[in-house]
């Protein structure tokens, strides 16, 4: 289930009455840039669990006021935090949240997708949040067949895949191109999207007579090495196909 959208400032509320789900320091050099100028340069950043899915970085006030941005704590609160600006330089103003009390004391969020882009030691983050350190992808080989069907209409089959499992989610299927019975039902889609774990995706369309299904199809053409088994390989999205492993359907 995806969380629940809130503003910046209702975020902060919420955390600084209810506390963070969890919190604990990185002990990674974390980095964040926008245009050439590098706002914060820190080893004390921490990881906060905003609801039990994933992480995101929280940066200390120090390390922000060390670096090439300014910030101003525009909106203070009783309850223990403050919204202010980051002033980014190049016209750019990004929107902040800072905590004076309680477990949070002296950490700022900045909205992942406001700057241009964040560094783990000299890795960039991919996607919208870092990589969860109590979660992992394992890619297995199987010569399990998977079947892959739209309205009773096959659309690939094969015996040579990868199977992908992630924590705390359902196993993905990952076939050989030459699964796919006919391609002329595959068409391109402009959207990509970006996985932590896994690298950046590109997405087909799949038509079966006149119905279309939406990226109901994925590969990774640079997968990052954690999952570099599944490179160029398709995944046809479990909940808007049919699945049938070794003859078996999967629930949807």
């Not at 399990?144 to 079947?147: I, L, P």
């Given at each position: 289930m995806a969380p629940q959208q809130l503003s910046l400032p209702e975020l902060a509320a919420k955390i600084a009455t209810e506390g963070p789900v969890k919190h604990e320091p990185t002990k990674r050099r974390i980095r964040g840039r926008v245009g050439g100028r590098w706002l914060f340069d820190t080893t004390e950043a921490e990881y906060v669990w905003e609801h039990p899915n994933y992480p995101l970085f929280y940066v200390?006030?120090?390390a922000l006021q060390a670096g090439d941005g300014k910030v101003s704590q525009d909106k203070p609160d009783p309850r223990g935090f403050w919204?202010?600006?980051l002033d980014a330089g190049e016209a750019k103003?990004?929107?902040v949240a800072g905590f004076d009390k309680g477990p949070l004391s002296g950490l700022v969020k900045i909205p992942p997708k406001s700057i241009d882009a964040w560094y783990a030691e000299d890795e960039q983050v991919l996607g919208p949040h870092p990589r969860d350190p109590?979660?992992?992808i394992e890619c297995l080989p199987s010569t399990?067949?998977?079947?892959i069907e739209v309205d009773g209409v096959e659309i690939a089959r094969g015996t040579d895949n990868v199977f992908l499992y992630e924590t705390g989610l359902r196993p993905r299927y990952y076939l050989l191109s030459t699964a796919v019975r006919d391609w002329s039902l595959l068409r391109d889609s402009d959207t990509t999207t970006f996985c932590p774990?896994?690298?950046q995706a590109s997405y087909y369309h799949l038509q079966v007579g006149k119905r279309v299904?939406?990226?109901a199809?994925?590969?990774y053409q640079y997968p990052v090495p954690e999952s570099a088994a599944v490179q160029s390989r398709l995944c046809f999205y479990n909940e808007k196909v049919d699945v049938f492993i070794d003859g078996k359907k999967e629930d949807n």
């Open positions: 200390p006030l120090r919204v202010g600006t103003q990004i929107e109590y979660k992992r399990r067949e998977v079947r774990y896994k690298g299904i939406q990226d199809v994925w590969y």
